[in-house]
């Protein structure tokens, strides 16, 4: 059975990044590919730009705070937004199940246009293919994403003393999808935080362009699984506070009842931001101002471990390692 | 039942685009897109680049002459090439259904780089998603494309008078889909066309820019809905001589059998080019230099009919309308 794919290598967690460098980094040799990054780094007549993709096949296609439309644009948007882009173009490949209706399809649509609207990016080109009925659950759709570098933004290496921020609550959008795909009427508080972070990298590179190492937005594997790729290859890890991690009460309360991590949920509105010590305070000052940005938390900082591993320290004094997980703890949530 | 998606809608035939024209076009206005072209054509800081996508559906996923792989490149390269750009990078996003082989998906991504590599494109970002058992059938690619326009060729207007050509044989890739899917033994020699065209769009342009009008490469809906596409517009309509129509004696051979229309038949290594009347037969002799070119035609002609029809000259002297299908032949051919 080790010789089939399964739902564990599309999770985000160790299968898909043993697929990815067993599979396909031996047969794409690109440099822009090698940096496993959220987006490609390019040149084009002596011109930057950066290049990502995602598919979406999300169940169920609508939830509580979104909808696949509006996912397909806020996960590419955001891999060009961390990775220091101002997200311009988008593709649109629609892969429809036969019998879908229409007025869904045209609802589905809108949620789109009005995100990529929010967003300031406009959908230039597109495909439509149509697939036997069970030969594809519902709707899939691929974006593709270029944006143009932001001006004096670099990433670069994590550095001990580093703080380690986040603009918000962990694991709201897997506990929304959680709830609606298994009907949980009680959890009506719960609701996906789905939305485009470009704006609030903006205004995050404006106030401390200097100060920001890296970016990563939080979807599949959570800020656990992120954090581990953040710190891998910088020689130092990562030390979190349990007590700092910005929770909400009703996913707090789902997490207690079903044994999920908030720390290893999916969000498609949350980033994970490496920052020098000395600007941080006002980096988060700044992210705080944005209306995507009220619950922002510095949740740790960078040590000096050679390990590059990621520590929870919890509220009994104690720490605890943080590894990557094997398989995501939902699938198809995004 | 007219509110639901059926098979035709991605038939790249009439309902396709009455499709775009409904539910895409009033959603998305930026003018790139409204040109319906095979390829947006845009600009970062004053560099033009274009950019274009592809999801790639087709049942079986190998075929002879190529598999997913190889089309998921080809398609991408292809769109780009014939709109007049020279092909850079690749995005390339995988949908895996759950219990695939990975010994298969390993074959398939060998044909996908080597096709890259063939063509002189680089795979720089991706995304994997695995979908439970049931939920896809096997695997769905898709790759978007950026290139870079080729100086001193721009797309124009068909004029009455200019020279339609094709590269090679009609009808080829769907021939042989059919036949891998229907299991027909006795037609070992259909065998698909698919080939990335860049390297003879290069060789054309560089014997004959400022005589090519404009190109398409012709797959969903064959030569017949492609040119059906080019004259939409124009104030011109096509004319084509079914005697010039390259059509080999094995795909001849089969649509005698199945009642195909050859015209209609999709093809994934094959363009049709509208070109000045002046240097055709320079152009013509370029096409037929080049590997992928070698029976080169051409068919036809643009004749001054506002009507922006195409015709069929048949043998018997007369002629017919080359009407745009419904639907296509076979679904899932690309």
Chains 1, 2 share one sequence.
């Not at 401390?208 to 990563?216: C, I, K, Q, S, T």
Request: net charge negative.
């Amino acid at each position: 059975m080790n010789d089939l794919i399964t739902l564990a290598h599309g999770s985000g967690g160790r299968r898909t990044r043993d697929l990815i460098e067993r599979l396909l980094l031996p047969r794409f040799t690109h440099p822009a590919l090698a940096e496993l990054g959220d987006a490609a780094t390019l040149e084009i007549g002596g011109t930057g730009l950066l290049f990502t993709t995602d598919s979406f096949v999300i169940s169920p296609l609508e939830f509580p705070g979104g909808d696949i439309g509006k996912l397909a644009v806020c996960g590419t948007v955001n891999d060009l937004a961390v990775s220091g882009a101002r997200p311009l173009w988008l593709s649109c490949a629609l892969i429809i199940e036969e019998n879908f209706a229409i007025a869904r399809l045209e609802r589905l649509l809108d949620s789109l246009a009005a995100t990529a609207r929010q967003a300031g990016v406009a959908v230039v080109c597109g495909d439509t293919k149509v697939v036997e009925h069970g030969s594809a659950d519902g709707l899939f759709i691929n974006t593709a994403g270029i944006g143009m570098p932001v001006p004096g933004f670099r990433p670069t290496r994590p550095r001990p003393g580093d703080c380690i921020l986040v603009n918000g609550t962990l694991g709201d959008h897997e506990a929304a999808i959680f709830q609606a795909r298994e009907k949980l009427g009680r959890h009506e508080a719960l609701c996906s935080d789905c939305a485009p972070l470009n704006g609030l990298v903006a205004a995050m590179l404006n106030a401390d362009a200097g100060g920001v190492r890296m970016m990563r937005d939080a979807t599949r594997g959570g800020v656990g699984t992120v954090l581990n790729e953040l710190v891998r290859g910088s020689g130092c890890s990562a030390m979190l506070d349990e007590e700092r991690l910005p929770v909400s009460a009703p996913v707090r309360g789902l997490c207690e009842i079903v044994g999920f991590d908030p720390l290893y949920l999916a969000n498609e509105g949350k980033l994970v931001c490496i920052a020098a010590p000395a600007t941080a305070t006002a980096l988060l000052a700044a992210m705080r101002a944005h209306g995507l940005g009220i619950d922002s938390a510095i949740i740790g900082e960078v040590v000096a471990d050679t390990k590059e591993r990621v520590y929870l320290r919890t509220g009994f004094g104690g720490s605890r390692v943080v590894s990557v997980p094997e398989g995501a703890q939902l699938p198809r949530i995004c």
